[in-house]
């Protein structure tokens, strides 16, 4: 078992952070929207599904939870060093963090982030948080942050399973017929349109479809049937008058059910773990939304703490540490696009509001 972790005396693991009571409901959605332009109606909706649930998102519950896993992972292969928890919009904020492994000597911290693609949203926003976090730290740890991991075996091979699964708890009639619909965060169209690397833009949706494609290949191969699969968009916010990703996952149902569709599973692609958008967007509106049409739907799991997820974070992190030591490591991928380099290119998703300091691409190191 590979567990040569040289040159890093730390993981960090870099969530997005959720409200954990009624009272942190409005100052943590001003922390997401600072700067966003969110409009006050959108917010006071979301605000409601947090209330929903008693106030409370459930992801920093599944970080802590996927740290226990981690630890016991990292034991299991003999890898002594500590893993630290930060996030983008609540406590524990990166910052402290960082202070706390400051204070505690450690020196070059790999970064795993719970967001799998590359977007401005799910990458460079986060390794700009890293600059902010880094400059006002006083002596803050180098920090490394693992490549965006979509087509990662370890990410896509629970999701293959997540689909079968749920497939089984579709009545028997029309489970054959069921269409997979693979849903994903919305991101606002020029977003989209600048997602990846110059010479490869609108990644963001390639990667899922990418993703998806592998998945209903394995689906077919586990089943013996084709199901129809298609990419849908969850979670829209912004100004109705700008663009964003269409279709709705909503929205698609009712063509779905409109066309004669007998069934579908809702495959949540886009998240590593059961948060708001998943439990509200999804569990709640878009199986609300079937019932109302008549359409027999079944929601699959998202990896969470599936073992080979978390293998994967520990096989990211031996992998990088083997490439930052000179060697030329695999790097296992499924599907049709390469594995994304370990420093983003310059220009990669871009910061479409004005260019910010950010860590982690080529020539941000030191
Ligand atoms: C691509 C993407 C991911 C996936 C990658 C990743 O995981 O990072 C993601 C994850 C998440 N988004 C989350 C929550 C929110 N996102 C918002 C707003 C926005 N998200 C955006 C994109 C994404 N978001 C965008 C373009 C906006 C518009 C504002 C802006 O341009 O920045 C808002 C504001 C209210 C609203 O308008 O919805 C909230 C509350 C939570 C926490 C859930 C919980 O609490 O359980 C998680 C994991
Ligand atoms: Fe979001």
Same mark, same amino acid.
């Given at each position: 078992?590979?567990?040569?972790?040289?040159?890093?005396?730390?993981?960090?693991?870099?969530?997005?952070?959720?409200?954990?009571?009624?009272?942190?409901?409005?100052?943590?959605?001003?922390?997401?929207?600072?700067?966003?332009?969110?409009?006050?109606?959108?917010?006071?909706?979301?605000?409601?599904?947090?209330?929903?649930?008693?106030?409370?998102?459930?992801?920093?519950?599944?970080?802590?939870?996927?740290?226990?896993?981690?630890?016991?992972?990292?034991?299991?292969?003999?890898?002594?060093?500590?893993?630290?928890?930060?996030?983008?919009?609540?406590?524990?904020?990166?910052?402290?963090?960082?202070?706390?492994?400051?204070?505690?000597?450690?020196?070059?911290?790999?970064?795993?982030?719970?967001?799998?693609?590359?977007?401005?949203?799910?990458?460079?926003?986060?390794?700009?948080?890293?600059?902010?976090?880094?400059?006002?730290?006083?002596?803050?740890?180098?920090? %490394?942050?693992? /490549?965006? $991991?979509?087509?990662?075996?370890?990410? =896509?091979?629970? *999701? @293959?399973?997540?689909? #079968? !699964? &749920? +497939?089984?708890?579709?009545?028997?009639?029309?489970?054959?017929?069921?269409?997979?619909?693979?849903?994903?965060?919305?991101?606002?169209?020029?977003?989209?349109?600048?997602?990846?690397?110059? %010479?490869?833009? /609108?990644? $963001?949706?390639?990667?899922?479809?990418? =993703?998806?494609? *592998? @998945?209903?290949?394995? #689906? !077919? &191969? +586990?089943?013996?049937?084709?199901?129809?699969?298609?990419?849908?968009?969850?979670?829209?916010?912004?100004?109705?008058?700008?663009?964003?990703?269409?279709?709705?996952?909503?929205?698609?149902?009712?063509?779905?059910?409109?066309?004669?569709?007998?069934?579908?599973?809702?495959?949540? *692609?886009?998240?590593?773990?059961?948060?708001?958008?998943?439990?509200?967007?999804?569990?709640?509106?878009?199986?609300?939304?079937?019932?109302?049409?008549?359409?027999?739907?079944?929601?699959?799991?998202?990896?969470?703490?599936?073992?080979?997820?978390?293998?994967?974070?520990?096989?990211?992190?031996?992998?990088?540490?083997?490439?930052?030591?000179?060697?030329?490591?695999?790097?296992?991928?499924?599907?049709?696009?390469?594995?994304?380099?370990?420093?983003?290119?310059?220009?990669?998703?871009?910061?479409?509001?004005?260019?910010?300091?950010?860590?982690?691409?080529?020539?941000?190191?030191?």
């Amino acid at each position: 078992m590979a567990s040569d972790v040289t040159p890093f005396d730390a993981l960090l693991l870099l969530s997005f952070g959720g409200p954990e009571q009624p009272d942190d409901v409005v100052p943590f959605l001003e922390n997401v929207t600072r700067g966003r332009g969110i409009p006050r109606e959108r917010l006071a909706q979301v605000g409601e599904h947090y209330f929903l649930f008693g106030g409370r998102s459930p992801i920093n519950d599944q970080n802590r939870e996927l740290l226990a896993a981690l630890r016991a992972s990292f034991d299991e292969a003999g890898i002594e060093l500590p893993i630290y928890w930060g996030n983008r919009n609540w406590d524990p904020y990166l910052a402290d963090t960082l202070r706390e492994m400051t204070a505690d000597g450690v020196q070059r911290a790999a970064v795993f982030t719970t967001s799998a693609y590359s977007s401005y949203s799910s990458c460079r926003q986060y390794r700009e948080n890293l600059a902010d976090a880094v400059a006002q730290v006083p002596g803050a740890p180098r920090l %490394d942050k693992l /490549r965006p $991991y979509f087509n990662h075996p370890g990410f =896509v091979e629970p *999701v @293959v399973d997540a689909v #079968v !699964r &749920a +497939l089984d708890e579709l009545p028997q009639q029309v489970r054959h017929g069921a269409h997979l619909v693979f849903v994903t965060h919305s991101v606002p169209e020029d977003m989209a349109a600048t997602s990846g690397p110059p %010479d490869a833009r /609108r990644a $963001y949706e390639a990667q899922h479809r990418d =993703v998806a494609d *592998v @998945v209903a290949g394995r #689906v !077919r &191969a +586990l089943t013996g049937h084709a199901h129809r699969h298609d990419l849908v968009y969850c979670s829209r916010s912004g100004a109705p008058s700008t663009p964003w990703l269409e279709p709705d996952v909503n929205d698609h149902l009712e063509e779905l059910a409109t066309d004669g569709v007998p069934a579908v599973v809702l495959i949540p *692609v886009g998240f590593v773990s059961d948060h708001m958008e998943v439990i509200y967007d999804l569990d709640t509106e878009a199986l609300a939304t079937a019932q109302r049409l008549g359409l027999p739907a079944a929601r699959a799991a998202t990896s969470g703490t599936d073992p080979r997820f978390v293998t994967m974070v520990r096989d990211l992190l031996v992998e990088r540490a083997a490439a930052e030591r000179g060697e030329m490591p695999p790097r296992p991928t499924l599907g049709g696009l390469p594995p994304r380099p370990d420093r983003c290119p310059a220009g990669c998703c871009p910061n479409l509001r004005g260019e910010r300091p950010a860590l982690c691409g080529v020539g941000d190191e030191v």
